[in-house]
């Protein structure tokens, strides 16, 4: 994955004779034995197909970009061909299932950092926090090992800096729980040393994908709730209280499957706040909206959809990102654009897969002509 051309996978399907002897159950009936035995084959297969594909980056340059709305077009017009990381990748979790929930952060001496869900059904608990890196301005990625870990399933690694610190505010949410904290997370020894700051909320609900972002003097919370179709908004004067004040109106949003949930980092300029929201009507994560918000305050909360063609989705055919798209994560490093994306699979997931979600990457000039 050093190589200048990014990842190279050299994937080749192993699709030889059936050994009928090799599968359990083998006392099965011949039609179930031969139906086993063409599951395995087919889902060898499109793995493989899948992964064949994860051969590098590409960039798009000379775009002039001079708003968030023309970043939202920009965006809807990349197609992130190839990605930079996917589950063969993880060589430190087990059988790894997927990689998913990407958030890029840029140091001080011009190393890319990638935090991100690495999933394994094999481990428990079955997800905690990768961590990649580039030293060439993102032309090539190279995975370095998991970094976050607890006790629990974690995911949507936010990280941020502010005041000289780095904080982590990671998804906590479990199956088959109710409540789940935001908890706030310093670093102690980037990026693999974490301590707890604060559970800034701990309510009577799950805290989905929680987001952060400046405000008027605030700090404000947006996070998922329901069946992903319910939005609640928090806000603090100190980024580090515990237990921020809730809206009154929460949640400000119900009923909304295409945005319900927050699929990545809001755009924060001086006249505008962009959310990003996954839209789950036909699954969940098919797709990703963008919403403006036209009102936030203490006490009022309005958004509008930016488009009606989703920012992101799946491109269709076998590509890596063909069946649905889910996050995006947008950095700004002098005039470039930086762009993390994840994507899932279509043809053969369910039938012969898992889920197969990798992640993509596009950096983008947004040189501005005088």
């Given at each position: 994955m050093d190589s200048a051309a990014g990842i190279v996978i050299n994937g080749t399907a192993n699709i030889g004779y059936i050994n009928l002897y090799a599968i359990p159950g083998k006392n099965l009936p011949m039609e179930q034995i031969l139906r086993k035995s063409l599951n395995r084959l087919l889902y060898s297969t499109v793995r493989t197909l899948h992964h064949q594909m994860s051969i590098g980056t590409s960039t798009a340059e000379n775009s002039q970009m001079h708003s968030s709305t023309e970043i939202i077009s920009?965006?809807?017009?990349?197609?992130?061909?190839?990605?930079?990381?996917?589950?063969?990748?993880?060589?430190?979790?087990?059988?790894?299932?997927?990689?998913?929930?990407?958030?890029?952060?840029?140091?001080?001496?011009g190393i890319y950092h990638l935090f991100f869900e690495v999933f394994s059904p094999q481990i428990t608990p079955t997800a905690s926090i990768g961590h990649a890196i580039s030293q060439d301005s993102g032309v090539s990625w190279r995975y370095d090992r998991i970094v976050f870990q607890t006790d629990r399933h974690v995911s949507f690694p936010f990280v941020f800096s502010k005041g000289g610190q780095v904080y982590l505010l990671p998804d906590l949410s479990n199956k088959g729980e109710r409540y789940s904290p935001a908890r706030l997370y310093r670093s102690t020894d980037f990026p693999v040393g974490w301590e707890p700051v604060a559970d800034i909320i701990n309510a009577d609900h799950k805290c989905l994908d929680t987001v952060l972002f400046e405000h008027d003097g605030l700090w404000w919370a947006i996070m998922g709730g329901g069946n992903n179709d319910e939005i609640r908004?928090?806000?603090?004067?100190?980024?580090?209280?515990?237990?921020?004040?809730?809206?009154?109106?929460?949640?400000?949003?119900?009923?909304?499957?295409?945005?319900?949930?927050?699929?990545?980092?809001?755009?924060?300029?001086?006249?505008?706040?962009?959310?990003?929201?996954?839209?789950?009507?036909?699954?969940?994560?098919?797709?990703?909206?963008?919403?403006?918000?036209?009102?936030?305050?203490?006490?009022?909360?309005?958004?509008?959809?930016?488009?009606?063609?989703?920012?992101?989705?799946?491109?269709?055919?076998?590509?890596?990102?063909?069946?649905?798209?889910?996050?995006?994560?947008?950095?700004?490093?002098?005039?470039?654009?930086?762009?993390?994306?994840?994507?899932?699979?279509?043809?053969?997931r369910n039938q012969y897969t898992g889920s197969l979600w990798s992640i993509g990457f596009e950096s983008v000039d947004i040189t501005v002509d005088e």
């Open positions: 920009k965006l809807q017009e990349l197609r992130f061909e190839k990605p930079i990381l996917n589950h063969r990748d993880v060589i430190d979790y087990g059988s790894t299932g997927f990689v998913a929930d990407p958030f890029l952060f840029c140091d001080s001496d908004v928090y806000f603090s004067e100190v980024l580090t209280a515990v237990e921020w004040v809730p809206h009154p109106e929460n949640p400000v949003v119900t009923d909304r499957c295409e945005a319900g949930r927050p699929a990545g980092r809001p755009v924060v300029s001086d006249n505008s706040i962009i959310v990003f929201y996954q839209d789950c009507r036909k699954e969940y994560g098919s797709a990703v909206n963008a919403y403006e918000l036209v009102q936030l305050s203490q006490t009022t909360y309005e958004d509008r959809k930016l488009t009606e063609k989703p920012v992101l989705s799946g491109v269709g055919g076998i590509a890596w990102n063909s069946g649905r798209m889910h996050h995006v994560d947008m950095q700004t490093v002098d005039d470039t654009l930086l762009i993390a994306v994840d994507g899932d699979v279509g043809w053969g």
